[in-house]
């Protein structure tokens, strides 16, 4: 047995939480806001203030397990109430909502959830506690973050090191300069999409791209999860890369700000290729899971990997 602040304590140190101080972001309220007001109690007061990212109802109690999720979606719930028996668990969420959905302006706010809002009310009474981690992991300065766990899977972390972290940007993703590496992603994911102007389509892009490999390394804009505004795309071209990387764009509603967006896309030199926002993200969580692993020995740590998900 472990106890939770035992848990927050090793993941404090992976992880800045100073971050949700500066962006202190209360958009995911709105998003929530139509949640009925007694499933809204079961929120603490934390995630009511940030929404995006902080403990969530996260008290000291003494747990075995650790479950480790991108969504806190129906696969991650099923295993966790039905297979485990829910008592004893902690899950460590990246997405505790659909972020995506609170742009929509139809968005009644418990679409934005992955399951139905009354499922937390079962979770509250079954003692799961739950841990939001999304912004802090996004974040460089933190030991373990998205963009540096995905970029080490890509591209391997022993050759990136020195790249990777001198070429900050946006306090988020990083540029790099890569050579014939620079599409050892291809291989891994089993979708890939391509928006930009230079190339009809994702295999004329890699192919063209590889051609200009041979005279020169390429610049890359690596970022996990979503690119969600111009402004991003637009910096990553100042910048002038030759590609970004990243795990999704957002395109997936039918906001004014995704309109934009993809119009943006579709007519910009920049190539970009999404891989897929749930698998940019996974492997941030990966890392966490094992640095928790290898210094609590008696304590249950599961990662819950979902074959690709496109979304
Ligand atoms: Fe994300």
């Known amino acids: 047995m472990v106890r939770v602040s035992s848990v927050k304590e090793i993941m404090s140190s992976c992880v800045d939480f100073s971050v949700l101080e500066r962006y ?111 912004l802090p992991l996004d974040i460089n300065s933190s030991r373990i973050n998205t ?70 390394p390429l610049k890359v804009a690596v970022w996990s999860g979503m690119t969600n505004t111009t402004d991003i795309l637009k910096e990553m071209e100042n910048q002038k890369c030759d590609f970004c990387l990243c795990g999704d764009v957002i395109i997936r509603n039918r906001s004014d700000r995704s309109a934009k967006v993809l119009t943006y896309l579709e007519n910009m030199p920049l190539n970009v290729f999404c891989v897929s926002h749930y698998q940019s993200e996974l492997f941030a969580l990966k890392d966490l899971a094992k640095k928790l692993e290898s210094l609590k020995k008696d304590l249950h740590v599961h990662v819950i990997e979902d074959k690709e998900i496109w979304k």
């Open 147 to 216: 963009h540096k766990s995905f970029l080490e899977n890509v591209w391997g972390a022993k050759k990136l090191q020195q790249a990777i972290y001198s070429f900050p940007f946006a306090e988020m993703g990083y540029y790099l300069h890569l050579e014939k590496e620079a599409f050892n992603f291809v291989e891994q994911f089993d979708k890939i999409l391509y928006y930009g102007n230079q190339y009809a389509n994702c295999n004329d892009a890699i192919q063209g791209l590889r051609t200009i490999c041979d005279s020169r």
């Open 24 to 134: 202190n972001d209360t958009s995911g309220l709105k998003r929530i806001g139509s949640v009925s007001e007694d499933v809204r109690s079961l929120f603490s007061s934390e995630f009511l203030k940030y929404a995006n990212g902080l403990f969530f109802d996260l008290k000291d109690r003494e747990i075995d397990t650790v479950v480790f999720s991108v969504f806190l979606d129906q696969n991650c719930l099923d295993y966790v109430l039905n297979q485990l028996d829910g008592k004893k668990v902690l899950i460590v969420v990246h997405h505790f909502f659909d972020i995506d959905c609170g742009y929509q302006e139809s968005s009644s706010g418990t679409d934005s959830f992955f399951c139905e809002p009354e499922l937390y009310k079962r979770l509250y009474a079954s003692k799961v506690q739950i841990c939001v981690l999304h």
